[in-house]
């Protein structure tokens, strides 16, 4: 008698639910690329010969860094931000393997913690870590702290699994092409220009600091509150000439903002944006709102040459299947800490199928780089990796071996797993500091 294979129908039953929504847009968009069914691989899961490994325990460890002079660590908008913190994530087992990750810290690392104690350390308990892909996928989709919590989860699974495996993650995920062993990685920054001082010297002075490090491109945000500094676009765009002529032709220049009008984006920024050959513009529109595909083609339409890149508030495949099929964002930024490394290898594929590429979101600490970069070399159309430029112990003294960028390229560890140690007592260098790492920009009182 033929056994019941559960994982394999789990499987197939989930990719044939995710085809049917997908078929309408295969048939009709000609630039998908035909994959043979022989060719067709379900996912990484499929090719790895089970380990006899149980779940012992699930700690969640909330951390942060808060500057000893109270000094504020960058500024946006009409917001400061005080304090970093992150989310360690351990998965311990029986046979003495510990996998660890974390889960987006947007969520709060404590209320991360509060929601694991409750409600996945009990179920996940005895359980092997080889099915997270089904069993560590939980929460509502819009739940942005059941899905950070269950990312954490998920991912400390799979540096679990390259434990037992011997073999780093991102040579288990690589199962349709060769892995990168060197990232490029792009500063993300553009978070300290205040328009109330010098701010345009401030972005150019920021840009050509990281031209000087080796970095091939920047990706900066729109500066300090526009109403108290005055600011428009008549004024803003002469600044975006000033600095694609500091930094000159070649470097690679992105811009992330939402929130101009829909008139201003398309009938003035677009044009710039276009003449001064800029690399992308980041999420120019509210994704949530109706009609919001449509208005990022128009806007792809004013500036041919420039790509759109979004999806970082995008938790699964199906959410972005629209954008990704009808081209309204040319790079992916699904992120790991969200998603779980599993889904977003999924939507890499997809997004790879139609030709777009992928560049996770990655703007916190080490335990957030470690599975992107993981994720992102591991794909196809993995195109580079964001890396935050604040100061942020976080990013570099978690771990013992710090994850550094030289001349705009990461080394990928070749250790099992994520490839790289915990270093000793965080808990004791990191007090938890609770309450929202941002507030409203003190400059700004009263305004």
Same mark, same amino acid.
């Given at each position: 008698?033929?056994?019941?294979?559960?994982?394999?129908?789990?499987?197939?039953?989930?990719?044939?639910?995710? /085809?049917?929504?997908?078929?309408? /847009?295969?048939?009709?968009?000609?630039?998908?690329?035909?994959?043979?069914?022989?060719?067709?691989?379900?996912?990484?899961?499929?090719?790895?010969?089970?380990?006899?490994?149980?779940?012992? %325990?699930?700690?969640?460890?909330?951390?942060?860094?808060?500057?000893?002079?109270?000094?504020?660590?960058?500024?946006?908008?009409?917001?400061?931000?005080?304090?970093?913190?992150?989310?360690?994530?351990?998965?311990?087992?029986? !046979? =003495?393997?510990?996998?660890?990750?974390?889960?987006?810290? /947007?969520? *709060?690392? +404590?209320?991360?913690?509060?929601?694991?104690?409750?409600?996945?350390?009990? &179920?996940?308990?005895?359980?092997?870590?080889?099915?997270?892909?089904?069993?560590?996928?939980?929460?509502?989709?819009?739940?942005?702290?059941?899905?950070?919590?269950?990312?954490?989860? !998920?991912?400390?699974?799979?540096?679990?699994?390259?434990?037992?495996?011997?073999?780093?993650?991102?040579?288990?995920?690589?199962?349709?092409?060769?892995?990168?062993?060197?990232?490029?990685?792009?500063?993300?920054?553009? $978070?300290?220009?205040?328009?109330?001082? +010098? =701010?345009?010297?401030?972005?150019?002075?920021?840009?050509?600091?990281?031209?000087?490090?080796?970095?091939?491109?920047?990706? &900066?945000?729109?500066?300090? %509150?526009?109403?108290?500094?005055?600011?428009?676009?008549?004024?803003?765009?002469?600044?975006?000439?000033?600095?694609?002529?500091? $930094?000159?032709? +070649?470097?690679?220049?992105?811009?992330?903002?939402?929130?101009?009008?829909?008139?201003?984006?398309?009938?003035?920024?677009?044009?710039?944006?276009? +003449?001064?050959?800029? /690399?992308?513009?980041?999420?120019?529109?509210?994704?949530?709102?109706? =009609?919001?595909?449509?208005?990022?083609?128009?806007?792809?339409?004013?500036?041919?040459?420039?790509?759109?890149?979004?999806?970082?508030?995008?938790?699964?495949?199906?959410?972005?299947? !629209?954008?990704?099929?009808?081209?309204?964002?040319?790079?992916?930024?699904?992120?790991?800490?969200?998603?779980?490394?599993?889904? *977003?290898?999924?939507?890499?594929?997809?997004?790879?199928?139609?030709?777009?590429? !992928?560049?996770?979101?990655?703007?916190?600490?080490?335990?957030?780089?470690?599975?992107?970069?993981?994720?992102?070399?591991?794909?196809?159309?993995?195109?580079?990796?964001?890396?935050?430029?604040?100061? *942020?112990?976080?990013?570099?003294?978690?771990?013992?071996?710090?994850?550094?960028?030289?001349?705009?390229?990461?080394?990928?560890?070749?250790?099992?797993?994520?490839?790289?140690?915990?270093?000793?007592?965080?808990?004791?260098?990191?007090?938890?500091?609770?309450?929202?790492?941002?507030?409203? *920009?003190?400059?700004?009182?009263?305004?």
């Amino acid at each position: 008698m033929k056994i019941f294979d559960r994982r394999k129908f789990l499987n197939r039953t989930t990719q044939l639910g995710a /085809y049917s929504l997908l078929l309408p /847009y295969v048939k009709r968009q000609p630039e998908a690329k035909e994959i043979k069914s022989s060719e067709r691989i379900t996912d990484p899961m499929s090719r790895l010969q089970r380990e006899k490994i149980k779940i012992t %325990d699930i700690v969640v460890t909330p951390l942060s860094y808060l500057p000893p002079d109270g000094q504020i660590l960058w500024a946006v908008g009409s917001y400061e931000v005080w304090k970093t913190d992150a989310a360690l994530v351990q998965v311990f087992t029986d !046979q =003495g393997i510990v996998g660890f990750a974390e889960g987006t810290p /947007y969520s *709060n690392p +404590d209320e991360i913690r509060k929601y694991t104690d409750k409600h996945i350390t009990p &179920f996940m308990k005895g359980k092997n870590p080889y099915d997270i892909d089904f069993l560590g996928s939980g929460g509502p989709w819009r739940d942005y702290l059941a899905r950070a919590a269950w990312a954490g989860v !998920q991912n400390a699974c799979w540096d679990i699994i390259g434990k037992t495996k011997n073999k780093p993650v991102y040579q288990l995920l690589a199962v349709d092409c060769e892995p990168k062993k060197k990232m490029p990685i792009y500063a993300s920054g553009g $978070v300290n220009h205040k328009w109330y001082e +010098d =701010g345009p010297t401030q972005l150019i002075e920021e840009a050509l600091s990281y031209k000087e490090q080796g970095f091939t491109a920047f990706k &900066f945000r729109n500066g300090t %509150d526009w109403a108290f500094s005055k600011m428009t676009m008549k004024k803003y765009l002469p600044i975006l000439r000033q600095l694609r002529e500091a $930094v000159g032709p +070649d470097f690679k220049l992105m811009l992330e903002k939402q929130g101009w009008t829909f008139e201003e984006i398309t009938e003035q920024l677009c044009p710039a944006l276009e +003449d001064l050959k800029f /690399y992308w513009y980041e999420e120019p529109m509210n994704q949530w709102e109706e =009609g919001a595909v449509e208005r990022h083609l128009q806007i792809k339409e004013a500036m041919p040459s420039v790509m759109i890149s979004g999806g970082e508030r995008f938790t699964n495949r199906f959410q972005l299947h !629209q954008w990704i099929v009808e081209g309204a964002y040319d790079i992916i930024q699904s992120d790991c800490n969200l998603t779980g490394i599993s889904e *977003n290898w999924h939507i890499a594929r997809l997004a790879h199928l139609f030709g777009r590429l !992928q560049c996770p979101h990655n703007w916190h600490g080490g335990l957030t780089t470690i599975g992107n970069i993981h994720f992102v070399a591991s794909a196809p159309n993995g195109h580079m990796c964001e890396l935050n430029q604040t100061f *942020n112990p976080l990013k570099e003294e978690v771990f013992k071996e710090p994850l550094v960028a030289i001349n705009g390229l990461m080394d990928l560890p070749d250790k099992p797993g994520f490839g790289v140690e915990l270093a000793d007592d965080l808990e004791k260098k990191f007090p938890w500091v609770p309450g929202s790492y941002l507030r409203p *920009n003190s400059h700004l009182k009263g305004f």
